[in-house]
């Protein structure tokens, strides 16, 4: 477990960069403006970090285990998917780095074997559902998932939290066609 002080450090780090990105783009944040702006020393940085990529990695785990952790947080009444977008909403500048810096493709396949993961544990044990392996159910929800959280993030979060949420969720319970009022005879699937 991480000491106090390290986390702080981590935080004044991670908020420091996050107020730099309304200033300037990612490219042009040295880790001076990151220290100077934390209002923390150089060697308190190299303590933690080895450089501006290394506290990136940093900051997308810290992303992602937030983001998982606030969406399995049961003592907040919320559903799921609205704590899990809640977050990402409250830090979305901080995913935008990941945008401009070219790792969107690296944050996009953490979240999709995170996501991988949490079914897994969470259904695995069921097997086939339906005739389907659990393998492709699995990664048909959270591709589908990922996708919507993707898309919706370049938007600029265009649809408040709530609302994307609860399309997640009526699409992901109800199935893609029968969430829009289709049934097997009107389904427009290519023949």
């Not at 401009?100 to 086939?128: T, V």
């Not at 289709?182 to 699937?189: T, V």
Request: charged fraction near 30%.
């Amino acid at each position: 477990m991480e000491d106090i002080r390290r986390r702080k450090t981590k935080k004044a780090l991670i908020n420091a960069l996050s107020e730099l990105l309304n200033e300037k783009d990612m490219e042009d944040i040295s880790i001076q403006d990151l220290v100077k702006r934390a209002e923390i020393s150089r060697t308190t940085f190299y303590r933690i970090y080895l450089d501006k990529k290394d506290f990136l990695e940093g900051v997308k785990n810290d992303l992602m285990d937030g983001m998982f952790r606030a969406a399995q947080n049961k003592g907040e009444g919320s559903p799921y998917f609205r704590k899990m977008l809640t977050y990402i909403f409250q830090h979305r500048s901080l995913y935008y780095v990941f945008k401009e810096c070219g790792k969107w493709d690296d944050f996009q396949r953490e979240f999709f074997d995170r996501g991988i993961e949490i079914y897994k544990n969470h259904l695995g044990q069921l097997g086939n559902i339906e005739g389907i392996p659990i393998d492709i159910f699995v990664n048909y929800i959270v591709s589908a998932h990922g996708g919507v959280v993707s898309c919706w993030l370049q938007s600029n979060c265009a649809q408040p939290p709530e609302l994307v949420a609860k399309c997640m969720e009526k699409l992901t319970v109800s199935g893609v066609f029968r969430a829009v009022g289709m049934d097997e005879k009107n389904m427009p699937l290519p023949k």
